[in-house]
């Protein structure tokens, strides 16, 4: 297990992982989004609103999502070495995406920076193995997985630019048991 899991509190938590965002979730510790991914996806979606084809200044979309410029010109890169970004350079470059908005989804973006959604102690979880007691945990992470596959692939940068969430994504926030954190 990674050592964050292992925390007691949010405060011994964060004070090791600034660059994390944290969500509680039940007693097995936080949900992670890395502030990283964060980024990169809110990046993509300055491009996705941009209008078709136009490149966009890394400045403008730093200043528009409050990125540092170092960060967002890494974070861009990954993106372009993943296919999901164009670059151009001179005075009329900047960045857009490199397929339209509508077939990029948010899952894309976070396998670029981050690799697979879910994996356990580095391993994907369809390939961990537990003994005992524990046997069926392993078909707990691969239906968590398949659970945020069904958000975050389905859903598409043009969908959060526009403010609107596919069917299945905005049953999932009807609940309002869901907007409480728990601890």
């Not at 528009?64 to 993106?79: D, K, M, S, T, V």
């Not at 697979?116 to 369809?126: D, H, K, S, W, Y």
């Not at 958000?151 to 969908?159: H, K, M, R, S």
């Amino acid at each position: 297990m990674a050592t964050e899991s292992r925390l007691s509190t949010r405060d011994e938590w964060v004070a090791g992982h600034d660059d994390w965002l944290w969500t509680n979730e039940g007693q097995n510790g936080p949900v992670r989004i890395s502030a990283k991914t964060d980024y990169a996806i809110r990046a993509a979606l300055e491009l996705a609103a941009s209008p078709d084809g136009a490149w966009i200044k890394t400045e403008t979309v730093a200043e528009r999502q409050g990125i540092p410029l170092p960060f967002l010109l890494n974070i861009l890169a990954e993106l372009r070495t993943a296919g999901l970004v164009q670059s151009r350079r001179g005075a009329e470059g900047g960045y857009r995406l490199a397929q339209a908005a509508a077939d990029i989804k948010i899952a894309d973006v976070i396998r670029a920076i981050d690799g697979p959604l879910a994996n356990i102690a580095g391993e994907r979880p369809e390939d961990v193995a537990y003994a005992g007691a524990a046997v069926a945990l392993r078909d707990i992470w691969v239906a968590l997985r398949a659970k945020m596959r069904v958000v975050l692939e389905g859903t598409t940068l043009a969908d959060v630019a526009a403010g609107t969430l596919p069917p299945d994504v905005a049953v999932l926030l009807e609940d309002q048991d869901v907007w409480r954190a728990r601890i």
